[in-house]
């Protein structure tokens, strides 16, 4: 014992902690008291441990969890800041993505919006050549673009019409974190063979509920909206979704593409 050794109470007014605080900190060994008297219990610590102290409460404050703390507590001072930057620009990221969500739901379609035309038809079997993809949003487009390509040619190699429309297929919930899988696939009449990671299958003869989506909502985050929008009627009709909703491209009435989902019969 030195006359830098502080008790507890008179470490706390210079470190500004609270007692649950170090408590909380000597127990995940983040700070563990310079020297406990055997004989009172009183807990003493060095007054060169209140910077370490104070970092621990900045640290805290940012939410971070003790294990990573801990890490952070170890670093020299300069790559412990590039540590901080790093976890700041994913926690800006994800603050964006939250961002964008809300805003679609703030703009959730209204049903009865006259640029929101919800409809119910029925669809023959139809034959698809596709390819499957675990994709965000953000590579979304070129997924879309390479597989149709390679799709139509194949459909061409094959002596098959391949001007068929274009479906992309949601078997997930498709985010810039959410990474599907996507299913982009085109229809064709005729004998195919698969070939790579292109598979053949057949789409029952199925009911469809479908809307060509609004100008405005075309885009990621807004087009949510547009699958809130349907999925409800749907549920006002009392229809069942019976497989994963998709996108046709082109779409009816002149849209870039149709939101759809298949229904029970």
């Known amino acids: 014992m030195t006359h830098s050794h502080l008790l507890a109470g008179r470490f706390r007014a210079a470190t500004r902690l609270s007692a649950k605080a170090l408590r909380l900190y000597a127990e995940q060994g983040l700070l563990v008291p310079a020297y406990v008297d055997p004989q009172t219990g009183y807990r003493y ?9 104070r970092l621990i409460a900045r640290l805290r404050q940012l939410g971070l969890s003790m294990a990573r703390i801990a890490v952070l507590l170890e670093l020299p001072a300069e790559a412990r800041a590039i540590e901080l930057r790093t976890w700041l620009e994913a926690q800006n990221a994800r603050l964006a993505v939250h961002t964008e969500f809300v805003e679609a739901m703030a703009f959730q379609a209204d049903l009865t919006h006259p640029a929101l035309s919800i409809a119910l038809r029925k669809v023959d079997a139809t ?28 459909l061409a190699a094959s002596g098959l019409a391949h001007n068929g429309r274009m479906s ?98």
């Not at 610590?45 to 102290?53: F, H, I, N, V």
């Not at 949003?137 to 997924?143: C, K, P, Q, Y």
Request: hydrophobic share 40%; net charge negative; with cysteine.
């Open 45 to 53: 610590y060095s007054a060169q441990q209140a910077p370490r102290a």
């Open 127 to 154: 034959k698809i050549v596709s390819r499957q993809r675990a994709v965000t949003v953000t590579g979304l487009n070129g997924f879309m673009a390479e597989a149709e390509a390679d799709i139509r040619k194949h």
């Open 168 to 265: 992309v297929h949601h078997h997930n919930l498709t985010t810039r974190d959410a990474d599907g899988p996507v299913e982009v696939a085109i229809t064709c009449d005729g004998p195919v063979e698969p070939a790579s990671d292109l598979i053949i299958r057949l789409l029952p003869a199925r009911r469809e509920v479908f809307t060509p989506v609004p100008a405005d909502q075309q885009n990621f985050p807004l087009v949510l909206s547009v699958y809130d929008a349907i999925e409800t009627w749907i549920d006002r009709q009392g229809l069942t979704i019976i497989d994963s909703p998709y996108e046709i491209y082109p779409g009816s009435d002149n849209a870039p593409f149709d939101i759809v989902y298949p229904v029970n019969p």
